[in-house]
């Protein structure tokens, strides 16, 4: 191994160490009976998202594979916070970033890459970022990370500090310890597809739930069994859902599917900043809405149990969007309907 690789991975390492385990808080809603909520905040990592995770993973696994150098230039398709990320350790080791997304992402994201030295180089629609990365890759003679086709093998999934490992054993001294289930939503399927594998290799009665929103091909995907199914249109949530069935996504670990609406992520993640004070981003609303269709299923059939889900990163990053009425109005459109569904958890009459 030559000494730039090796001092690279040994910092990257030792930025792992420093981090601190992300919290697990339960939730407190009034019309929960014998149903625990849980959420994993991976918006408290370095770099504010579960994504964090993911892209320490892929930079080890291009260094130990040996494709990338001291003068590789990195390149990643992304919508945002999977590029963040990489820029903070691209920063890390010295080397050129550049994410390739639409030109629609919002701009604190723009601004968080560029903080870490990276730059963005736009496209119209998430379904050209792929191809428009590989070109750039070629032309320049860097290396495209391709989150997208590595994220399910580049964490080791049956342990070594990933979120699974760390969502069980968070719970391990609540009232139900194992959870009945555990939802998530796909992007790259990279985390879906640890947690579901973590869960058959450790032999756990926990169902794995994914959820899926609006214009993306992952649910019709699972229910039809076809992983050629493609579309035109590209999901409104930033973070997740995809016009194609990525590498990474693995429909054989997974349970259940559950399609969510865009304007039921969006007004879930409002409901939550009434309970808890914070606001989060896109991705967590679709958990959390999956989150409680299954929890009112539970209570309607007297099972009891806990459901465990991910905030995957802060609303701070989505201000001038998710958070801005305007903006909602225009491209998600009317909340009232759903939000008057989601007042019916915080009430106890």
Known sequence: MNSWVKDSIQKINADAHRSADTHLFKLDIPRLTNVDIYLKDESTHPTGS???????????????????????????????????????????????????????TAQSKIKLIEMY???????????????????????????????????????????NNNIAQSIFQQMEHERYPIPNSVVMSAGTGGTSATLGRYILYQGFNTKLVVVDPENSV?????????SNLTSDSSSKIEGIGRPKVELSFQPDVINQMIKVPDVASVATIHWLEQLIGRKAGPST??????????????????????????????????????YDN????????????????????????
């Open 50 to 104: 579960l994504k964090h995770r993911l892209a320490r993973s892929l930079f080890l696994y291009a260094l130990c594979n040996g494709k990338i150098t001291k003068t590789t230039t990195i390149i990643e398709a992304s919508s945002g916070s999977t590029a963040v990320s990489e820029a903070y350790f691209a920063r890390m080791i010295g080397l050129p970033f550049i994410a390739v997304m639409p030109k629609r």
């Open 117 to 159: 030295g990276g730059k963005c180089h736009f496209v119209d629609s998430a379904p050209q970022m792929h191809d428009e990365s590989i070109r750039l890759a070629k032309e320049m003679g860097g290396y495209f990370m391709d989150q997208f086709k590595y994220a399910e093998r580049a964490t080791d999934w049956r342990g």
């Open 218 to 226: 992952f649910y019709d995907s699972f229910i039809n069994k076809d």
């Open 285 to 322: 609303g679709a958990n959390l809405w999956g989150v409680l269709q299954l929890a009112k299923q539970m209570m309607d059939n007297n099972e009891a149990g806990s459901i465990v889900s991910v905030m995957c990163d802060s609303g701070e990053r989505y201000l001038d969007s998710y």
């Open 326 to 349: 305007d903006w909602v109005a225009e491209n998600i459109g009317d909340l009232d309907s759903i939000t008057e569904e989601l007042c019916w958890w915080l009430s106890s009459d």
